[in-house]
């Protein structure tokens, strides 16, 4: 029987950015930039798509972006093997409310295509995939609250039906008004990537 | 494995799916051009409820207050109660899980609540409110992965269906629970934020769309409601209809190529095909609905992908010319009039389609082909944000 482990995992909350439980940034409220920014320039990417993102795709990529770093060593490398999980509770509710703003009144109408484009909440889930390189499932979910249990059912059985799938890419991706709620990991079937196992406790421990 | 135990479709074209199914085999259509609807600047070409039938249907309900419901849940709750009215079963024991695959919800609440609270812009509110009119305990589920969402609800209703290996490892380590019931019901309303968007994109046709021909030029919106019930195989005890029609596979893979437009390599499609069709024998395929939204890309890519699956011999047609692109209904919807129309040995032809037209030669089906001894079918979708979708619904006598 398989056996599911976390191989890594991070956080960003409004005032910290951690990985694996150690904290790597937090935020300075001098700081002139968004909080996002100051991690991305903290983690030392070259990704300049990231700029054009929105906010939700943008704490995902910065969320991935540490822990994927063990699993990029062929960086050209097509992953069928893995899937990606998001969830949330706010949708795309941040973009929603900007595009709105772009077609609200007659006499000041803009709608424009690179800001409908993120009005999907599982854009986030497509940025990720081309970051890297990821060809397996990849679904989002929308729930009120993150609920241990079922994050852990909806990971579960996307590896239970896709035999082929030894990785995930899961996480809780939420952005609306200022407030930064994610929490990423990579959930593995290969005991020897496992730094604790996949259970209600640990999750729990992670996430709150 | 499961099985479907009864479905319903709320459309312009009708509120059960066997009116739908009649108006699509009759050749009719809804889509209609409003030079001012919106408050948008200019014309569009889709296929819109008409309020007052909305109305009409709900006020028919037992108990409710129509006040209390936007119109968005108002086609949800009438969809979910054609297709519950046809089965003995309770939705409000708690062996039923809700499943919604949605895009934008009420989003047209944005613009003007209209005295609803600002959580009905929430997905999973909504997803409360359709679920508790029915009484049902659980929490429900929202799907929502753009336009494939519809077959990602369906895809995911089987993963929470009780199967006899016992307990799931989920189930062990969790606590959480398996149904014998899922609702998947899908639901889109449009409104200026949709369509100025697909505007803004330079997407949509400004007649009705014509998937597959040359001359296509972009797609049309539609709104409906679908909702199919489906049943754990191992749990069934309701009285099964004369036919069963049963959810063979489903499977979603990624392109990783592109956030709003299809693979030129149709990848994801492609895979996502081989996948579902994986342990069928092919043979028995009458035809493939596919996605076929207009656009010049979706129909070249899905052209692509059946070629490089080896199915390109097989009639293959689109709906959307009968409902317009119905976003997170359409996967839902698509598979209700496909599995009527399995069942009565038809394959529906492509309204629109003139003079095929796309990458990779395809077999755009004409409603004249026989498919008298095939008892399958295969159903693509593809969508922003690179997903890419794939059911086989198989019929056994």
């Keep these: ?208 | 494995m499961m099985n479907m135990l009864s479905h319903n479709i709320v459309s312009p074209l009708g509120f059960s799916s066997s009116e739908n199914y009649q108006a699509v085999c009759a050749g009719k259509s809804d889509l209609t051009i409003y030079s001012s609807k919106f408050g948008l600047p200019g014309p569009f070409c889709a296929s819109l409820m008409n309020d007052e039938k909305i109305e009409d249907y709900f006020s028919a309900l037992p108990h409710t207050d129509t006040t209390i419901y936007t119109r968005f849940e108002k086609m949800a709750i009438l969809s979910v109660q054609g297709a519950v009215a046809q089965t003995s079963i309770d939705l409000a024991s708690p062996d039923v899980l809700f499943i919604l695959s949605t895009t934008k919800g009420n989003v047209d609440l944005l613009e003007d609540l209209r005295g609803f609270e600002k959580e009905r812009l929430y997905l999973w509110r909504s997803a409360q409110l359709i679920s508790r009119f029915f009484n049902n305990p659980n929490e429900p589920l929202v799907v929502s992965n753009a336009c494939i969402s519809g077959c990602a609800a369906q895809i995911a209703a089987e993963r929470f269906l009780y199967h006899p290996s016992g307990e799931t490892i989920a189930e062990k380590s969790d606590g959480h629970r398996t149904y014998h019931y899922v609702v998947v019901v899908g639901a889109e309303v449009l409104s200026k934020f949709i369509i100025s968007g697909f505007q803004s994109f330079k997407a949509l046709s400004p007649e009705r769309c014509k998937p597959f021909d040359a001359e296509r030029c972009g797609l049309n919106l539609g709104e409906a409601a679908a909702t199919i019930i489906y049943e754990s195989t191992y749990t069934s005890n309701t009285s099964a209809p004369s036919d069963v029609i049963s959810f063979h596979a489903g499977a979603i893979c990624n392109d990783a190529n592109h956030i709003s437009g299809p693979s030129r390599t149709a990848e994801g499609q492609y895979r996502a095909i081989m996948q579902a069709t994986k342990n069928l024998n092919l043979e028995r395929l009458a035809f493939v609905n596919a996605h076929g939204t207009a656009t010049l890309y979706n129909d070249d890519m899905e052209s692509i992908a059946l070629h490089r699956a080896a199915l390109s011999h097989l009639p293959v047609n689109s709906l959307k010319s009968y409902f317009g692109h119905t976003l997170g209904a359409a996967g839902v919807l698509e598979v209700i009039i496909s599995t009527l129309a399995l069942q009565n040995h038809h394959i529906i032809k492509t309204l629109g389609c003139d003079v095929p037209g796309t990458a990779q030669k395809i077999h755009v089906a004409d409603g004249k082909e026989d498919c008298s001894k095939k008892d399958a079918f295969l159903k693509m979708i593809s969508g922003f944000g690179g997903g890419n979708a794939a059911i086989a619904i198989t019929m056994r006598h």
């Design chain 1, 1 to 208: 029987m398989k056996t599911y482990h976390i191989a890594s995992y991070s956080k960003i909350t409004p005032t910290e950015f951690c990985v694996n439980g150690d904290k790597m940034l937090l935020r300075n409220p001098e700081s002139q930039d968004l909080w996002l920014h100051d991690i991305y320039r903290a983690l030392n990417m070259n990704y300049p798509k990231f700029f054009k993102m929105d906010k939700l795709c943008k704490s995902g990529i910065l969320a991935a972006e540490p822990i994927m770093q063990n699993f990029m060593v062929k960086p050209d490398e097509i992953k069928t093997n893995w899937a990606i999980i998001g969830m949330n509770s706010v949708s795309s509710l941040d973009d929603d409310t900007e595009y709105q703003a772009t077609i609200q009144n007659e006499n000041n109408y803009f709608p424009s295509p690179s800001v409908f484009v993120y009005t999907l909440p599982n854009i986030v889930i497509g940025e990720l995939a081309i970051k890297y390189k990821i060809q397996g499932e990849t679904s989002f979910y929308i729930e009120q609250l993150f609920n241990t249990p079922s994050f852990i059912t909806n990971v579960i059985k996307t590896f239970e039906v896709n035999p082929q799938i030894e990785y995930a890419l899961c996480g809780w991706i939420d952005y609306y008004e200022e407030n930064c709620d994610v929490m990423m990991m990579v959930i593995t079937t290969h005991p020897d990537k496992s730094i604790i196992e996949l259970n209600e406790t640990n999750i729990n421990q992670i996430y709150y």
